[in-house]
């Protein structure tokens, strides 16, 4: 069974990095599109990233396009989201999701499993 847990979230000045991680503790990770989606207070959940396994494709939001890479460790289990010259506007609870399948989906209707969340708050 799909548990995942995310960590590396905080508080960090504008311009700075971080960078999310995401395990698996269930170990069932290798078969699963793995995703990162966001949440601004009052605000919709929107999809950040996310990769496939089969086919190894990833595919990105369009506001964080060449500042966030998102990356997958199958040894570990693990997902990765670095986040790079990050802006006051990246404020949000992020969130790793998995769903079976191949492709990298955006919608985050179409995960069936996701972690509990880490805070990410960047400072003006």
Do not use: H
Request: overall charge neutral.
């Amino acid at each position: 069974q799909v548990q995942l847990v995310e960590s590396g979230g905080g508080l960090v000045q504008a311009g700075s990095s971080l960078r999310l991680s995401c395990e698996d503790s269930g170990r069932t990770f290798s078969s699963y599109v793995m995703g990162w989606f966001r949440q601004a207070p009052g605000k919709e959940r929107a999809f950040v990233a996310a990769i496939s396994w089969s086919i190894r494709g990833t595919s990105y939001a369009e506001s964080i396009k060449g500042r966030f890479m998102m990356s997958r460790d199958d040894a570990k289990d693990t997902v990765y989201l670095q986040m790079n010259y990050l802006e006051p506007e990246a404020t949000a609870d992020y969130y790793c999701a998995a769903r079976p399948g191949k492709y990298a989906l955006s919608d985050p209707t179409m995960y069936d499993y996701w972690g509990q969340g880490t805070q990410v708050t960047v400072s003006s």
